[in-house]
């Protein structure tokens, strides 16, 4: 087999159809891109509940003088015995194991140390700041809903707060996303295989002089079909390549120059380019395997051997 | 070379067989003209030899083989073993007679430098040389029809099919045709050939395989066209 030939058939097969190719390309890249992009989301999320997950806490916050007007505070400021009640009951529950005391004079300083460039902290004092306890939890997953439950309500407690809440929300928005990039990514895989069904079935009739006569005389049916295969390999080659460029592009614009300085998160709660790189390889064998198989079984069907 | 055993051929759509219940034998090197009304057959039973159909009932063996048996790949093999020509050329526009003589070789995988060698051989043979870089609109129908033969011959074929080959051609260009496919023939090339033109069979007193309506109705060593004239 001339290996020469059949690239320069598929060449002048691609550069005959090329209108048709490129909208397929294009309409892969997207189609991988959101495939992508779901998938990173994913790992995103994953990042995130590893990271965070540990060192999710249940915090109380204790009643201040100022609180009075409070529903939860109707007597100010929480009392020593209620402060070391509390402390006592948390390090009792079985689902805590690890119970940290925050004053207020820590409150301040950690405050002081957030806020240092700013004026704000100048006009604070360690008063108008509350003290609190963090519960480390065993099992974070399953177990907020009974110490929150347990400490709401309680005499000296001004609020139970709990990390989880705002992380199920922001899991929830990127869980959305994530359906939404699958559900597109879908709807575009779709559009893909009509549209490498219809670019095979042209290259097929265009060249059907040339692949009767190969029939004839004998080619071989790989022979013949193979210039149409790599046509589709090419478009899923390509559309992989633009989808990958735009994966990167993606993750340094949004992930490191966006998010990352925006959110004060740990930087191990980010996807890293070993990721997108995996990313990238899984999305280019999907567009390799669809544009393939889809244009094998165009072929059948439109290219008698 | 050819033998058929009692092959039918039944189209799905048609209540007729095409073929109906056909056994002949044609021998190495022998020269067999294919008569009969359109709708005899003539057609279905090429296309069986080439496999490009398989018989629905009885078998064809080609060079001793029986090629239902043939596993589908092996099939470009067969065909690499059979010349065809047809009544419409089939040449390829865009190439010249020497590229499209050379294109039958190169997609069969032959090395350059055989296509290089036999390619301009064969255009001699037809009567072609000095035309070899013209294309194919460029050609009378006659001297298209010559680059087909040459197409179909340089792979040296022990078979050679012409499905009605002098159809488009005048009475004297369809002479200089016969010409070369005798002088195929007498390369030892097995040739069968279906045609409507009686004068080609009654000069050539070959052998004539008559079908008619799907049955074979004659076969006669050194025949001609029809009785009926």
Redesign the interface.
């Given at each position: 087999?001339?290996i020469s030939?059949v690239l320069s058939e598929a060449a002048t097969g691609l550069r005959r159809n090329l209108t048709m190719t490129v909208a397929a390309v294009l309409v892969i890249s997207i189609a991988l891109a959101l495939l992508g992009t779901a998938n990173l989301i994913r790992q995103q999320i994953n990042e995130m509940q590893k990271f965070w997950l540990g060192k999710v806490e249940v915090s109380l916050f204790l009643c201040r003088d100022i609180d009075s007007d409070r529903a939860t505070c109707p007597d100010g400021a929480v009392t020593d015995a209620q402060r070391i009640q509390i402390q006592q009951d948390l390090q009792e529950l079985p689902q805590v194991s690890e119970v940290f005391y925050e004053s207020k004079q820590d409150a301040f300083e950690r405050f002081q140390e957030q806020f240092a460039s700013s004026e704000i902290a100048d006009n604070i004092s360690a008063d108008d700041l509350q003290e609190s306890f963090r519960a480390k939890l065993a099992d974070p997953e399953n177990d907020y809903n009974e110490v929150a439950s347990a400490f709401e309500g309680r005499p000296g407690v001004e609020n139970v707060v709990d990390m989880r809440s705002f992380f199920d929300t922001v899991f929830n928005v990127l869980n959305g996303f994530q359906v939404g990039a699958l559900g597109v990514a879908f709807v575009a895989l779709i559009a893909t295989v009509l549209l490498i069904v219809v670019v095979i079935r042209v290259a097929a009739f265009s060249r059907r002089?040339?692949t009767?006569?190969?029939?004839?005389?004998?080619?071989?049916?790989l022979?013949?079909q193979l210039p149409f295969l790599l046509e589709g390999a090419f478009a899923g080659l390509v559309g992989g390549l633009l989808a990958c460029g735009a994966l990167i592009v993606g993750k340094y614009l949004l992930i490191d120059r966006l998010f990352r300085e925006s959110f004060a998160f740990n930087e191990a709660s980010w996807i890293d380019w070993g990721h997108v790189l995996t990313t990238c390889g899984i999305v280019m064998a999907i567009g390799l395997l669809v544009s393939i198989v889809v244009s094998y079984l165009t072929l059948l069907k439109y290219l008698r051997? | 070379m050819i033998r058929l055993d009692d092959v039918t051929k039944l189209y799905p759509s048609q209540g007729r067989p095409a073929l109906d219940h056909v056994s002949l034998e044609i021998d190495k090197a022998e020269f067999v003209f294919l008569v009969g009304a359109s709708g005899s057959g003539k057609s279905t039973l090429l296309r069986l030899i080439l496999r490009e159909e398989r018989a629905t009932d009885g078998q064809v063996y080609v060079a001793g083989k029986d090629i239902a048996r043939l596993s589908n790949w092996k099939v470009p093999q067969l065909r690499r073993q059979i010349g065809t020509v047809f009544q419409d050329f089939r040449l390829l526009p865009n190439k010249t007679v020497l590229e499209n003589v050379a294109f039958a070789l190169e997609v069969t995988g032959r090395p350059s430098h055989l296509v290089a060698k036999v390619v301009p051989e064969v255009i001699e043979l037809v009567g072609l040389a000095g035309k070899e870089d013209r294309y194919p609109g460029e050609l009378s129908g006659g001297e298209q029809q010559r680059v087909a033969v040459a197409r179909a011959f340089v792979n040296r074929p022990s078979i050679l099919i012409a499905d009605e080959p002098t159809g488009n051609l005048d009475p004297h260009t369809s002479v200089g045709i016969m010409k070369l496919l005798d002088r195929i023939n007498r390369t030892g090339t097995t040739v069968v050939m279906a045609t409507h033109d009686a004068d080609i069979v009654d000069q050539m007193r070959r052998r004539v395989i008559e079908l008619e309506l799907g049955h074979l109705v004659r076969d006669q060593a050194r025949g001609v066209y029809g009785y009926a004239r």
């Open positions: 087999m001339r030939l002089r040339e009767s006569i190969m029939r004839l005389v004998g080619a071989s049916n022979y013949i051997v | -």
